[in-house]
């Protein structure tokens, strides 16, 4: 059993420019992920869903100013990115970075061999991605790809699910996994979340504006997240309450704050 623990997390942000203030972006993120769950994130353009993300992988322009993020009573927030990647936390971003040069299959390879400790054995390995690959209908010309290079956004997604089912964390954030996808590959890649989940007992969170992946993939909890905050929790129903009447109730609520 692991358990992601988000405790009064502040973060901001420092513009490019040396004399701007730093931007605060999150006020006080409070959420827990267990091994098993599956917990969805909904809140609107720019509240702070992807900083959130960032910030738990350890994305050297987000800075924590308050707060904690642990695994399993392990400080997230004293290690390094790989030491994240590692301690068993993975982000599939909502915008994957190209990485001309390094093919795909040098990059999962590498990347398995840092997470599980030891090069995987070459005959097991070939045999593990030859079913990655066929389980999300991607084609085997992809892996010899530079990674993520000229890939459609389509594709992008899903070779962050065949990543996810690679390298076996104990807790995944999917950053919008389910956006550009079309209704074919929207199945496939939620069977690869789901499949991810059952294999590894995963604790998922899901950041979406979309109630039709949680279709697919089901949260047992539902976050609205405004103004860099979780400001309402519950179940599934909270999903289609948002679908139905929008964010207004809660931006109101959080002006007013
Ligand atoms: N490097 C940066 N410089 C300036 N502002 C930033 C930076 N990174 C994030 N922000 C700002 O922080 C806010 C939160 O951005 P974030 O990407 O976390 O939102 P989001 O909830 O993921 O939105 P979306 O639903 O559109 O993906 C935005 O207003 C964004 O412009
Ligand atoms: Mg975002």
Known sequence: MAKLEIRDLHVNVTPKDSDAEPIVILKGVDLTVESGQTHAIMGPNGSGKSTLSYAIAGHPKYQVTQGT?????????????????????????????????????????????????????????????????????????????????????????????????????????LDETDSGLDVDALRVVSQGVNSYRERENGGVLLITHYTRILRYIKPEFV???????????????????????????????????
């Open 69 to 173: 993020i642990t695994l399993d009573g392990e400080d997230v927030l004293a290690m390094t990115v790989d030491e994240r990647a590692r301690a068993g936390l993975f982000l599939a971003m909502q915008y994957p970075v190209e990485v001309p040069g390094v093919s795909m299959s040098n990059f999962l390879r590498t990347a398995a061999t840092a997470v599980r400790g030891e090069a995987p054995k070459l005959r097991h390995w070939v045999k593990e991605v030859k079913e990655s690959l066929s389980e999300l209908e991607i084609d085997p010309s992809f892996v010899e790809r530079s990674v993520n290079e000229g890939f459609s956004g389509g594709e992008k997604k899903r070779h962050e699910i065949l990543q996810l089912g690679m390298l076996k964390p104990k807790i995944a954030i």
């Open 223 to 257: 976050h609205v997240f405004v103004n860099g905050r979780v400001v309402e929790s519950g179940g599934p129903e909270l999903a289609d309450e948002l679908e139905e009447n929008g964010y207004v109730k809660f931006t109101s609520a959080a002006a007013g704050a």
